[in-house]
């Protein structure tokens, strides 16, 4: 079936710091990608998304490029801030007959930046 | 415009005792999903309803979880018998027309004690 397979946290990075939080897939067929973050006690946030071979997402100076080559999609920034801190989760959509537009979820990486 | 809004926010249940978890779409949005969410884990489909009707329970255990979307009023997720394993955060989503990339409520957390 399909999944999703991300880089284990916690991720420790100093202000300002180049950012990767590494996501590749199993799927059949054409999915969409996303990546959603979770600040702490509150629900996930869409943070960009793809839906093709070589689209680039991207949103508050996070990007990430759909590589059907390398079943990855891959998060980037380029300097990050403290805000930034929280748990980042890379996904896929899952349909099923055309109906069901569930996701498959990885399992997290906790991004932690320190001022 | 308000979000998708679940309630309650936390809920401490005892064993054996009914978890109600409610879900109040975005307004237009007439398919809603539920996700689980255990300690250090990602979220885990449970079911996707549309009003009046179960599209996709493949993810929902066989037993003591039911849910239900009504013509009129919120999403509910009930569970029965409740049991410490069922400790968790519990999501909501909603979207219009089953398009991708939904929209999520801010969680329930259960705990059963």
């Known amino acids: 079936g399909n999944s999703v397979t991300q880089m284990e946290g916690p991720v420790t990075l100093s202000e300002e710091a180049f950012l990767t939080i590494n996501c590749t897939y199993t799927?059949?067929?054409?999915?969409?990608l996303f990546w959603y973050v979770q600040y702490p006690g509150e629900g996930l946030q869409l943070l960009l998304k793809a839906t093709k071979a070589d689209d680039k997402g991207s949103n508050k100076g996070f990007e990430a490029t759909y590589r059907k080559e390398t079943t990855s999609f891959h998060l980037e920034k380029g300097s990050v801030q403290v805000s930034d801190s929280a748990v980042y989760f890379c996904a896929l959509s899952d349909r099923v007959g055309g109906a069901t537009n569930k996701l498959i979820f990885g399992t997290g990486t906790l991004l932690a930046v320190q001022p | 415009n308000a979000g998708v809004m679940q309630n309650p926010r936390h809920l401490v249940r005892r064993r054996g005792q009914e978890a109600r978890l409610r879900c109040s779409p975005m307004k237009g949005h007439s398919h809603v999903y539920w996700y689980r969410q255990l300690p250090e884990e990602g979220l885990k489909f449970m079911v996707y309803?549309?009003?009046?009707?179960?599209?996709?329970e493949s993810g929902m255990p066989k037993e003591r979880f039911s849910a239900e979307f009504p013509k009129e009023g919120p999403s509910i997720l009930r569970i029965q018998q409740v049991v410490r394993g069922d400790s968790a955060a519990y999501f909501c989503?909603?979207?219009?027309?089953?398009?991708?990339?939904?929209?999520f409520g801010s969680g329930t957390r259960l705990t059963v004690v």
């Open positions: 989503a909603s979207s219009p027309l089953g398009l991708e990339g939904y929209t």
């Open positions: 799927a059949t067929g054409y999915p969409s």
């Open positions: 309803l549309q009003k009046e009707n179960i599209i996709d």
